[in-house]
């Protein structure tokens, strides 16, 4: 990465250079992101990520005691991220109209107030629908994070604040299943499954007080109206999308499911053209046409659906078998996975100094180790399934978890790179979008058909299928980032 030097202005210079003293003024106004706002902002990125896996582990133990049933605990899970997924592009537009502190600390304070809704629900549908809001919360929360992150820091500090918020939303996943595990095993203070959610309580609040005295406001130069006609169909377009897929097995497959799938490409086009003619018009769309333009979001888009996708449905998959087929409990099931975090964290570590030398070379890399992982995975599972044990699965995981990391660190990086920071939030919504929507895809699909197929196949050939679709998506990134410019800034 090019190092920029700092020198002295000349004083004759910019006395006497028409708009010199405009842009000094300019750059000297210019919010900045310092270490402990940094820190402040990842915290509130890092709950909500964290809350989209940790109830997992958790659902066996809701079953029993609110007597849910298979359809509601889909509900639980599928609720809280359909609602992240949907409301992120709006959170991210309001944060450029009104501020994004304002609206992260207020999303800091509704996050917690529905994680102690959800932490203190009577029944099964009463937490459904605190789950949703939570979702909904977060979606006013995350948008923010990026917005602030992108609007509030340049050059070099940015590249590496974007790179921790890539490793934070990996590092949370893997976390989150090994959490839950350890909170709901723990039953603290009687609460048993309530603590997954009660301990965002303070947490969030914690965040919500540090973002007042560390966080600079920041918002769009020109406030924009809201694109209703586009917030609607973008919002109609994904719950035709995931609601069939994360439910509709649960149901049934109902006709109600089938009818869905087959609106969704009906509203995306909608949605397209709604959007195309906007800003032709002079109007701000929700999504700018003109921003899916620039060629880094662009290409780092299609790398982040099919690295997402997998990475959920793996978590998810993996989760499932570990635990019905293995008989783990969630603190064991969830242990199986911590060679994947430790090669996840090494990675990010490396991966801003590993950038600033090779590029997106290091993206390619990542995606042939995660391919390996997988392969290793996969051979291990098939070989020997009636010993198949976390310390056998420990290479594969590791590997994989290397291979990620090195994909998902510098990925924000590439995507927001050449985002103008007055567009950051509704830049950051799309990417958050894409990421949520991507992760919701995977456990949706992967999850579906790995439940489907393995009373038929087994347990472990379904695995190895899941594992080889992901395998192809490995080598989908690789092409893709043989595809992006050389240096990353």
């Known amino acids: 990465m090019t190092q920029q030097l700092a020198v002295a202005p000349d004083p004759v210079r910019t006395a006497t250079t028409p708009g010199a003293a405009t842009a000094t003024a300019a750059r000297s106004a210019a919010p900045s992101l310092g270490t402990a706002g940094l820190v402040t902002v990842l915290l509130g990125a890092f709950l909500p990520m964290l809350d989209f896996f940790i109830v997992n582990v958790a659902l066996p133990t809701i079953d029993h005691d609110l007597a849910a049933g298979p359809?509601?605990?889909e509900l639980v899970a599928a609720g809280y991220g359909i609602a992240f997924a949907v409301l992120l592009v709006l959170g991210g537009r309001l944060g450029d109209i009104f501020g994004r502190r304002r609206l992260f600390v207020v999303g800091a304070a509704t996050f917690a107030l529905t994680s102690?809704?959800?932490?203190?629900?009577?029944g099964a549908w009463t937490l459904v629908a605190a789950r949703a809001a939570q979702g909904a919360s977060a979606a006013l929360l995350i948008p923010q994070v990026l917005g602030t992150i992108t609007a509030a820091t340049d050059g070099a500090r940015r590249g590496r604040a974007l790179s921790i918020y890539g490793a934070v939303g990996g590092i949370s996943v893997v976390i989150g299943q090994v959490l839950g595990g350890m909170l709901v095993a723990a039953d603290l203070?009687?609460?048993?499954?309530?603590?997954v959610f009660l301990l965002n309580v303070p947490f969030a609040l914690l965040a919500l007080v540090l973002a007042v005295r560390y966080v600079p406001e920041s918002r769009a130069t020109q406030a924009a109206q809201v694109d209703v006609p586009g917030t609607v169909l973008l919002t109609a377009s994904l719950l035709a999308l995931l609601v069939p897929l994360m439910e509709g097995r649960a149901a049934g497959w109902p006709?109600?499911?089938w009818v869905?799938?087959?609106?969704?490409?009906?509203l995306a086009a909608a949605f397209v053209l709604v959007e195309r003619r906007a800003e032709q018009r002079g109007a701000t769309p929700l999504v700018p046409p003109s921003l899916l333009r620039i060629p880094?979001?662009?290409?780092?888009l299609g790398i982040a659906l099919p690295y997402f996708a997998g990475f959920g449905g793996f978590m998810f998959v993996i989760a499932v078998a570990l635990q019905q087929g293995l008989h783990l409990g969630p603190v064991a099931a969830g242990w199986a996975l911590v060679p994947m975090a430790v090669g996840?964290?090494?990675a990010s570590l490396s991966g801003p100094r590993l950038i600033g030398r090779y590029g997106s070379r290091v993206l390619s890399a990542g995606a042939v180790i995660q391919a390996a992982g997988l392969a290793t995975l996969a051979v291990t599972v098939l070989a020997d399934w009636s010993h198949f044990s976390p310390l056998r699965?420990?290479?594969g995981v590791a590997l994989a978890g290397i291979g990620q990391g090195l994909i998902g660190t510098p990925l924000f990086r590439v995507v927001l790179a050449k985002v103008p920071a007055a567009r950051a939030g509704v830049g950051s919504g799309v990417l958050a979008t894409g990421q949520q929507s991507s992760l919701a895809l995977g456990v949706a699909t992967l999850g579906t058909l790995y439940l489907s197929l393995s009373p038929s196949l087994g347990m472990d050939r379904a695995l190895a299928l899941c594992l080889g679709l992901q395998l192809i998506g490995s080598f989908v990134i690789l092409y893709l980032t043989t595809r992006l410019p050389r240096s990353i800034g």
């Open 393 to 395: 699965m420990a290479p």
């Open 189 to 195: 203070f009687g609460t048993g499954w309530r603590s």
């Open 296 to 300: 880094e979001m662009r290409r780092g």
């Open 344 to 346: 996840y964290f090494t």
């Open 260 to 266: 869905l799938l087959g609106l969704f490409p009906v």
């Open 255 to 257: 006709l109600w499911s």
């Open 71 to 73: 359809a509601v605990l």
């Open 116 to 122: 102690l809704a959800c932490g203190l629900a009577p």
